[in-house]
Protein backbone atom coordinates (compact mmCIF):
# COMPACT_ATOMS: atom_id res chain seq x y z
CA UNK A 1 0.00 0.00 0.00
CA UNK A 2 1.08 3.45 -0.49
CA UNK A 3 1.35 6.06 2.11
CA UNK A 4 -2.00 7.40 1.33
CA UNK A 5 -3.46 3.35 1.67
CA UNK A 6 -3.67 3.20 -1.99
CA UNK A 7 -2.56 0.14 -3.78
CA UNK A 8 -0.99 -0.12 -7.22
CA UNK A 9 -2.72 -0.98 -9.46
CA UNK A 10 -2.79 -2.67 -13.07
CA UNK A 11 -6.18 -3.22 -15.53
CA UNK A 12 -6.17 -5.88 -18.45
CA UNK A 13 -6.66 -3.43 -21.28
CA UNK A 14 -10.08 -3.46 -23.65
CA UNK A 15 -10.49 -4.86 -27.11
CA UNK A 16 -11.21 -1.15 -28.29
CA UNK A 17 -7.99 0.09 -26.45
CA UNK A 18 -6.12 -2.97 -27.73
CA UNK A 19 -7.07 -2.14 -31.30
CA UNK A 20 -5.86 1.72 -31.10
CA UNK A 21 -2.48 0.79 -29.86
CA UNK A 22 -1.75 -1.51 -32.73
CA UNK A 23 -3.29 0.12 -34.92
CA UNK A 24 -1.07 0.26 -38.14
CA UNK A 25 -1.65 3.95 -38.90
CA UNK A 26 0.38 4.78 -35.91
CA UNK A 27 3.50 6.49 -36.94
CA UNK A 28 6.89 3.62 -36.77
CA UNK A 29 8.13 6.32 -34.44
CA UNK A 30 5.54 6.62 -32.04
CA UNK A 31 4.68 2.55 -32.17
CA UNK A 32 8.93 2.16 -31.04
CA UNK A 33 7.85 4.41 -27.99
CA UNK A 34 5.34 1.93 -26.28
CA UNK A 35 7.72 -0.35 -25.13
CA UNK A 36 8.14 3.08 -22.32
CA UNK A 37 5.45 4.40 -22.17
CA UNK A 38 3.12 1.14 -22.16
CA UNK A 39 -0.19 3.21 -23.39
CA UNK A 40 -2.65 0.06 -23.84
CA UNK A 41 -2.23 -0.46 -19.88
CA UNK A 42 -1.58 3.36 -18.79
CA UNK A 43 -5.66 4.12 -20.54
CA UNK A 44 -7.30 1.17 -19.34
CA UNK A 45 -5.98 2.30 -15.97
CA UNK A 46 -7.03 5.89 -16.09
CA UNK A 47 -10.27 3.79 -17.09
CA UNK A 48 -10.39 5.83 -20.21
CA UNK A 49 -13.79 3.89 -22.99
CA UNK A 50 -14.70 4.94 -26.65
CA UNK A 51 -17.76 6.80 -24.98
CA UNK A 52 -15.84 9.36 -22.66
CA UNK A 53 -15.27 12.80 -23.70
CA UNK A 54 -11.29 12.90 -22.85
CA UNK A 55 -9.35 16.11 -22.35
CA UNK A 56 -5.72 15.65 -22.97
CA UNK A 57 -3.54 18.66 -21.92
CA UNK A 58 -1.46 19.84 -23.87
CA UNK A 59 -1.06 16.94 -26.44
CA UNK A 60 2.37 18.20 -28.09
CA UNK A 61 3.42 16.89 -31.27
CA UNK A 62 0.55 14.14 -30.42
CA UNK A 63 1.67 11.42 -29.47
CA UNK A 64 -1.11 10.15 -27.31
CA UNK A 65 -3.58 11.99 -29.43
CA UNK A 66 -2.34 9.11 -32.24
CA UNK A 67 -4.19 6.67 -29.96
CA UNK A 68 -6.86 8.55 -28.33
CA UNK A 69 -8.89 10.31 -30.87
CA UNK A 70 -9.40 7.37 -33.30
CA UNK A 71 -10.11 5.44 -29.78
CA UNK A 72 -13.42 7.84 -29.36
CA UNK A 73 -13.86 8.62 -32.82
CA UNK A 74 -17.15 7.44 -32.85
CA UNK A 75 -19.29 7.91 -29.72
CA UNK A 76 -16.87 9.95 -28.09
CA UNK A 77 -15.12 13.25 -28.23
CA UNK A 78 -11.14 14.32 -28.23
CA UNK A 79 -10.27 17.70 -26.49
CA UNK A 80 -7.21 19.36 -26.49
CA UNK A 81 -6.64 21.60 -24.00
CA UNK A 82 -3.51 24.31 -24.46
CA UNK A 83 -2.43 28.05 -23.79
CA UNK A 84 -3.82 30.35 -26.30
CA UNK A 85 -0.29 30.78 -27.53
CA UNK A 86 -0.60 27.05 -28.75
CA UNK A 87 -4.19 26.76 -30.19
CA UNK A 88 -2.91 27.04 -33.58
CA UNK A 89 -0.38 24.99 -33.96
CA UNK A 90 -2.57 22.00 -32.34
CA UNK A 91 -4.98 23.39 -34.52
CA UNK A 92 -2.37 22.06 -37.09
CA UNK A 93 -1.64 19.23 -35.62
CA UNK A 94 -4.72 17.77 -35.19
CA UNK A 95 -5.98 18.75 -39.10
CA UNK A 96 -2.95 16.73 -40.54
CA UNK A 97 -4.42 13.81 -38.77
CA UNK A 98 -7.81 14.53 -39.22
CA UNK A 99 -9.04 11.03 -41.71
CA UNK A 100 -8.15 8.85 -38.62
CA UNK A 101 -8.84 11.35 -35.68
CA UNK A 102 -12.44 12.69 -37.11
CA UNK A 103 -14.26 15.92 -35.35
CA UNK A 104 -11.68 16.66 -32.48
CA UNK A 105 -11.88 19.67 -30.47
CA UNK A 106 -9.22 22.41 -29.00
CA UNK A 107 -9.87 24.36 -25.78
CA UNK A 108 -7.69 26.92 -23.88
CA UNK A 109 -6.43 27.71 -20.96
CA UNK A 110 -4.65 30.89 -19.14
CA UNK A 111 -1.75 30.30 -16.77
CA UNK A 112 -2.43 33.56 -15.43
CA UNK A 113 -5.97 33.24 -14.29
CA UNK A 114 -6.72 29.63 -14.60
CA UNK A 115 -9.67 30.50 -16.84
CA UNK A 116 -10.58 28.12 -19.75
CA UNK A 117 -13.05 27.75 -22.52
CA UNK A 118 -13.74 24.11 -21.99
CA UNK A 119 -17.17 24.02 -20.27
CA UNK A 120 -17.12 23.20 -16.90
CA UNK A 121 -18.62 19.92 -15.74
CA UNK A 122 -18.18 18.42 -19.48
CA UNK A 123 -15.53 16.02 -19.17
CA UNK A 124 -15.42 12.12 -18.29
CA UNK A 125 -11.16 12.38 -18.28
CA UNK A 126 -8.78 14.46 -18.11
CA UNK A 127 -5.34 13.12 -18.63
CA UNK A 128 -1.77 15.14 -18.71
CA UNK A 129 0.95 13.31 -19.81
CA UNK A 130 4.15 14.52 -18.61
CA UNK A 131 3.30 17.86 -18.39
CA UNK A 132 3.05 19.08 -14.44
CA UNK A 133 6.68 19.44 -14.22
CA UNK A 134 6.36 22.61 -16.46
CA UNK A 135 3.91 23.87 -14.66
CA UNK A 136 6.10 24.18 -11.46
CA UNK A 137 8.80 25.34 -13.98
CA UNK A 138 6.64 28.61 -14.62
CA UNK A 139 8.17 31.96 -13.11
CA UNK A 140 4.79 31.98 -10.88
CA UNK A 141 4.72 29.52 -8.35
CA UNK A 142 0.55 29.59 -8.70
CA UNK A 143 0.17 27.98 -12.11
CA UNK A 144 -0.04 24.42 -11.10
CA UNK A 145 -2.86 25.31 -8.36
CA UNK A 146 -4.94 27.43 -10.97
CA UNK A 147 -4.75 24.86 -13.50
CA UNK A 148 -5.38 21.51 -11.52
CA UNK A 149 -8.66 24.20 -10.21
CA UNK A 150 -9.17 23.70 -14.01
CA UNK A 151 -9.26 20.24 -14.66
CA UNK A 152 -11.58 19.77 -11.56
CA UNK A 153 -14.25 22.44 -12.53
CA UNK A 154 -14.20 20.77 -16.43
CA UNK A 155 -14.66 16.85 -15.50
CA UNK A 156 -17.88 15.78 -14.40
CA UNK A 157 -18.97 14.58 -10.43
CA UNK A 158 -16.92 11.43 -10.28
CA UNK A 159 -14.60 11.94 -13.39
CA UNK A 160 -11.02 10.80 -13.46
CA UNK A 161 -7.69 12.68 -13.43
CA UNK A 162 -4.99 10.83 -14.78
CA UNK A 163 -1.45 11.82 -14.42
CA UNK A 164 2.10 10.75 -15.89
CA UNK A 165 5.53 12.15 -15.29
CA UNK A 166 9.05 11.84 -14.51
CA UNK A 167 8.65 11.07 -10.82
CA UNK A 168 11.72 13.31 -8.62
CA UNK A 169 12.27 10.34 -5.43
CA UNK A 170 11.03 11.26 -1.98
CA UNK A 171 14.45 12.11 -0.77
CA UNK A 172 15.83 14.26 -3.35
CA UNK A 173 15.89 17.84 -2.91
CA UNK A 174 12.69 19.12 -3.70
CA UNK A 175 14.34 22.79 -5.67
CA UNK A 176 14.79 19.85 -8.69
CA UNK A 177 11.26 20.23 -9.77
CA UNK A 178 12.19 23.73 -10.79
CA UNK A 179 14.91 22.22 -13.26
CA UNK A 180 15.10 18.49 -13.78
CA UNK A 181 11.88 18.01 -15.30
CA UNK A 182 11.51 15.26 -12.25
CA UNK A 183 8.63 15.82 -9.94
CA UNK A 184 7.81 14.11 -6.12
CA UNK A 185 5.12 12.08 -5.99
CA UNK A 186 4.06 14.10 -2.86
CA UNK A 187 3.85 17.50 -4.76
CA UNK A 188 1.49 16.09 -7.63
CA UNK A 189 -0.87 14.43 -4.45
CA UNK A 190 -0.88 17.49 -2.85
CA UNK A 191 -1.84 20.13 -5.57
CA UNK A 192 -4.36 17.71 -6.72
CA UNK A 193 -6.18 17.17 -3.06
CA UNK A 194 -6.06 20.75 -2.98
CA UNK A 195 -8.06 21.37 -6.12
CA UNK A 196 -10.66 18.92 -4.66
CA UNK A 197 -9.65 15.40 -6.09
CA UNK A 198 -9.39 12.25 -4.29
CA UNK A 199 -5.99 10.25 -4.88
CA UNK A 200 -8.18 6.40 -6.25
CA UNK A 201 -5.37 4.39 -7.57
CA UNK A 202 -1.37 4.48 -8.60
CA UNK A 203 0.76 2.04 -10.80
CA UNK A 204 4.05 0.94 -11.48
CA UNK A 205 3.21 0.98 -15.43
CA UNK A 206 5.67 3.22 -16.67
CA UNK A 207 8.27 2.74 -13.43
CA UNK A 208 11.97 2.47 -14.87
CA UNK A 209 14.15 1.36 -12.34
CA UNK A 210 17.05 1.90 -14.42
CA UNK A 211 16.97 5.18 -13.80
CA UNK A 212 19.24 7.70 -11.43
CA UNK A 213 17.04 10.49 -11.49
CA UNK A 214 20.18 12.77 -11.55
CA UNK A 215 20.86 13.42 -15.27
CA UNK A 216 23.29 16.47 -16.40
CA UNK A 217 20.40 17.53 -18.34
CA UNK A 218 17.51 16.76 -16.57
CA UNK A 219 15.09 14.51 -17.96
CA UNK A 220 16.07 15.53 -21.20
CA UNK A 221 19.65 14.09 -21.20
CA UNK A 222 17.16 10.05 -21.82
CA UNK A 223 15.65 9.02 -24.74
CA UNK A 224 14.06 10.15 -26.95
CA UNK A 225 15.33 13.70 -26.77
CA UNK A 226 19.39 13.13 -26.05
CA UNK A 227 20.19 16.73 -25.49
CA UNK A 228 23.39 15.90 -24.58
CA UNK A 229 23.43 14.38 -28.29
CA UNK A 230 26.59 11.94 -28.53
CA UNK A 231 27.95 12.24 -25.45
CA UNK A 232 27.64 9.18 -23.46
CA UNK A 233 24.42 8.31 -25.57
CA UNK A 234 24.74 4.64 -25.56
CA UNK A 235 24.85 4.97 -21.49
CA UNK A 236 21.54 6.67 -21.41
CA UNK A 237 19.84 4.45 -24.83
CA UNK A 238 20.08 1.40 -21.90
CA UNK A 239 18.46 3.67 -19.64
CA UNK A 240 15.41 4.93 -21.86
CA UNK A 241 12.60 6.97 -20.88
CA UNK A 242 12.81 8.38 -17.63
CA UNK A 243 10.89 6.35 -14.42
CA UNK A 244 7.52 8.04 -13.96
CA UNK A 245 4.71 8.44 -11.54
CA UNK A 246 1.25 6.95 -12.86
CA UNK A 247 -1.47 8.21 -10.05
CA UNK A 248 -4.83 8.50 -11.02
CA UNK A 249 -7.30 10.69 -9.12
CA UNK A 250 -11.76 10.71 -8.89
CA UNK A 251 -13.31 14.31 -8.57
CA UNK A 252 -15.45 13.66 -5.54
CA UNK A 253 -19.08 13.06 -6.19
Known amino acids: MGATGVAAQSVKPSKEIAAAVGSPDRTAANRARDRYRHPAATLSFFCVTPGQTVVEFIPGGGWYTEILAPLVKRSGSYVALVPPAQAERTRVMLASGAARYGETQVQTIDFKTGASTMPAGRADV ?109 KYARIGESDRLTLKFQKVL
Open 126 to 234: VLTFRNVHNLLMQDDPAVAARVFKAFHDMLKPGGIFGVVDHRLPEQMDTAQEKSSGYIKRSTIVRLAQQAGFRLVGESDINANALDSHDHPEGVWTLPPTYRLKDVDRA
